[in-house]
């Protein structure tokens, strides 16, 4: 295959070998597996923080650690999880996937989308040197509440408080690019024949998701300025001593940080949605329904924030409508679940790797949207807020859901991305052992939720013991899972079998080139002519490269 | 196709496909663009949320010794620069025509109403009798004021480089987003600033 250079292209050439990874590279898939890297770099760190919080939680004595440290712990692990690990590595998805699949060349700005991603180490570096000024990293948990977030005891400009707020900045900066990229790429590049009806569904959930950014993460970004501004300028924006009003900075964070939920969720939904057909062999049920329930998502997420706040003396009325509009966004994500299950009822499934995460990711999100229905409702929630039920809660959607569809993605599209197979028996090693992990760690926070063990504490009374030894045994046991995780990837993409251009025998544009695909992904760009997930039924997907 | 010489036909074809790729990328760049703007908003509309929920619930609004704030000179301010997308409007539409001088001397003007206002923005923050750290009321004070006027500053050196690049030989043969995009920037502060005078200055 020849690459027609052309000659109006500035764009510098990327490098032949695995140095173009550590290089500006502007092709969107050095960029997506950029940023996947990173992403696993800070999961590992942000993993072993939580290895040493429930190595001090095994015992109800603050034995291990100090208190403040603890705080710091918990305030980086949430942190570097989400801005280090989860959001860059659903961008590191979008990235590689979304051209291939709609039928492009690249992003619609290759140059922004580079410069986008450079910002995540810079981010990454920032957090952790967080820990070497005096006085630690922040403390007031990852979503930096004042008046905890504007205490300063060094007094120093530069503090621990100060550098996370700077690096959330960036990391906000980052994923404003990387969204306006991505939706214009969607709305203006997709093949020729490939109407939105025709448009795969993990292409609608990123395109939900970063419209999500562009709404939410400015209404974060001013709260952020103004928290900057009290904690090193002194506004009295949120210091209730001075007149401010705390609670206004929980509303800016909560209609952001809600809908984030969502950001983070939907492409998740979107990796479902590709990995449930192809190893059930099945259409997926409903496709235009699940595309548009995407967007319904984007819409409702932006009305619901006020159900975390339902203990921050809130007016009764405020409650009544939040906790309505909260149980109605369960209604489209309700249709989804349904919607897989229809793909997978009746199907040949095939329980390789991929379609393993997906299941256990779909049971799991069932639980957490049950638990999450418990506390949307106002009497519930006001009873287990700030307790371990919250903290179970979160980690099923954050790593019982989001984790597994991650990890479901990276094994589907290994043999994409690197061109060779990864090895099966490692890879189901490695789900049971997640399964099992993530049982184990998160669902004793559960009872010990509602016998009212408050989360964010270091030591706890001895009555708690029980359940905390499971979980930090589920918790040593999710980090050892991570072990064959990391062997099958290393061993695989150096020295695994070659898997062709679909050993899935998938149905999508991206399994019509080769694996890994070449420079600018298609010689010819292909004209769709039929709807994805055409699975048993004998039609081609387009009409100059077949499928 | 129909022609006869083939490799003809192919050099046509790649040339046309080029000119379309042109305009392509200059339309993907607007649309980017535009969602930056309508994203950027949200920021205006979250600091406005706040005033107003400060200014409804505040016990002590203004901080002590402050009866107001003087309505005069934003207000002649609020004309300049409003008056200003008007003049950069026509800026654009000169250079639509081609006339280049027209262009580059309404875009000069509308710099120099830019100017003004920030000039008129400093010589007003000079003689404020409070600060930014004077209550809740100091600070979104200064922060809307400033963050707009950060924006204007953005406005008039984005302009200052469009003009420059107005001299440059053949600067527009590849479509004039630079020249577009920052007049619709312009408008959109302009937009910002309406909303802002409205909100501080009026609905005192
Ligand atoms: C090995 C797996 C994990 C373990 C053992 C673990 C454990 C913990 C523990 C012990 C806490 C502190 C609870 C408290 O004291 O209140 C915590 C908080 C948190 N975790 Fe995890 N976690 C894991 C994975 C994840 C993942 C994958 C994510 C996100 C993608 C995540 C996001 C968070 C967040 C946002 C918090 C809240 C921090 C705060 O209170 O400000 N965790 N986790
Ligand atoms: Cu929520």
Redesign the interface.
């Known amino acids: 295959m020849t690459v027609t250079s052309n000659p109006?292209q500035l764009i510098p050439e990327t490098p032949p070998n695995w140095r173009k990874y550590f290089s500006f590279s502007t092709d969107h898939k050095v960029i997506g597996i950029q940023y996947i890297v990173t992403a696993f770099f800070f999961f590992l760190l942000a993993g072993v923080f939580a290895m040493i919080m429930r190595g001090e939680l095994i015992t109800p004595e603050p034995d291990l650690l100090d208190r403040t440290v603890y705080n710091g712990l918990y305030t980086m692990h949430g942190t570097i999880m989400l801005f280090g690990w989860t959001f860059p590595v659903l961008s590191g998805f979008a990235n590689y996937l979304v051209p291939l699949m709609i039928g492009a060349r690249d992003m619609?700005?290759p140059r922004l989308n580079a410069a986008a991603f450079w910002m995540i180490p810079v981010v990454g570096i920032l957090l952790i040197l967080s820990f070497l000024v005096p006085g630690g990293p922040a403390q007031s948990g990852w979503w930096a509440y004042p008046p905890q977030s504007l205490q300063n005891p060094t007094g120093n400009l530069i503090n621990g408080q100060f550098i996370w707020l700077l690096a959330v900045a960036i990391s906000g900066v980052s994923s404003?690019m990387g969204?306006?990229?991505i939706?214009?790429t969607i709305?203006?590049?997709r093949a020729p024949g490939m109407g939105w009806f025709k448009t795969p569904a993990f292409v609608w959930t990123v395109l939900a998701a970063q419209l999500i950014q562009?709404?939410?993460?400015?209404?974060l970004?001013?709260?952020a300025?103004?928290l900057l501004?009290d904690l090193s300028?002194?506004?009295?924006?949120f210091d209730p001593a001075?007149?401010?009003?705390p609670v206004?900075f929980q509303h800016?964070f909560w209609?952001y940080s809600h809908p984030a939920v969502y950001v983070m969720v939907l492409p998740v939904f979107g990796i479902f949605s590709e990995v449930f057909p192809v190893y059930a062999r099945k259409p997926l049920f409903g496709y235009k329904i699940v595309a548009v329930s995407s967007l319904i998502i984007t819409g409702l997420s932006g009305i619901v924030w006020v159900h975390h706040m339902f203990a921050s003396g809130t007016p009764g009325w405020m409650r009544i409508v939040f906790m309505a509009s909260t149980m109605l966004i369960s209604v489209p994500t309700g249709i989804k679940v349904f919607a897989w299950v229809g793909t997978i009822w009746g199907g040949k499934l095939r329980l390789d790797t991929p379609m393993l995460f997906a299941l256990g990711g779909l049971i799991n999100f069932v639980f957490a949207g049950i638990t999450g229905i418990m506390l949307s409702s106002v009497p519930i929630d006001i009873h287990v807020n700030n307790t371990y039920f919250v903290v179970g809660h979160f980690h099923y959607v954050l790593y019982g859901t989001i984790a597994f569809g991650i990890f479901a993605g990276i094994y589907h599209w290994f043999p994409k991305m690197t061109g060779k197979m990864y090895y099966e028996g490692l890879g189901k090693l490695h789900f049971y052992l997640t399964f099992a992990g993530t049982a184990l760690n998160f669902l004793p926070m559960h009872p010990l939720g509602l016998m009212g063990m408050p989360r964010r504490v270091a030591s706890y009374d001895p009555e708690f013991a029980f359940w905390n030894v499971l979980a930090s045994l589920g918790g040593f046991l999710l980090g050892i899972s991570t072990i064959p995780f990391i062997l099958n990837m290393v061993s695989s993409w150096t020295s695994g079998k070659p898997a062709g251009n679909n050993p899935w025998k998938a149905i999508g544009l991206e399994w019509l080139v080769s694996s890994p695909p070449e420079h600018e992904n298609f010689e010819e760009i292909p004209i769709v002519i039929a709807e994805p997930y055409g699975y048993g039924k004998d039609e081609k997907l387009t009409e100059n490269l077949g499928g | 196709m129909t022609s006869l010489d083939p490799t003809l036909n192919q050099e046509k074809l790649t040339q046309s496909s080029?000119v379309a790729?042109k305009h392509?990328e200059e339309?993907?760049?607007m649309?980017?663009f535009i969602?930056?703007l309508?994203?950027?908003?949200?920021?205006f509309?979250?600091?406005f949320a706040?005033y107003i929920?400060?200014k409804t619930?505040?016990?002590?609004w203004l901080p002590p010794g402050v009866s107001g704030l003087e309505i005069r000179e934003p207000a002649i301010n609020t004309v300049i620069l409003v008056s200003s997308s008007f003049v950069i409007y026509i800026a654009e539409r000169f250079l639509h025509k081609e006339n280049l001088w027209g262009f580059r001397i309404f875009w000069l003007l509308t710099m120099v109403m830019g100017s003004y206002f920030l000039y008129g923005q400093a010589v007003e923050w000079q003689g404020l009798e409070f600060g930014?750290?004077s209550?809740?009321f100091?600070?979104?004070f200064y922060?809307l004021t400033g963050?707009h006027g950060l924006h204007v500053l953005t406005g008039v050196l984005l302009q200052a480089i469009m003009l420059i690049r107005s001299f440059l030989p053949n600067n527009y043969a590849g479509g004039q987003f630079g020249v577009e995009s920052t007049s619709l920037f312009w408008h959109f502060v302009d937009v910002i600033w309406i909303v802002l005078f409205i909100l501080i200055y009026v609905w005192q």
């Open positions: 109006e619609a700005f404003i969204a306006l990229n939706v214009t709305v203006r590049m562009l709404y939410g993460l400015p209404a970004t001013a709260g300025v103004m501004c300028v002194g506004t009295a924006f001075q007149g401010g009003d206004l800016f209609f | 080029q790729h392509e339309d993907n760049r649309l980017g969602i930056f309508l994203s950027e908003s949200v920021i509309l979250s600091f706040g929920v400060y619930t505040a016990v002590d930014f750290t209550g809740v100091g600070g979104i922060l963050f």
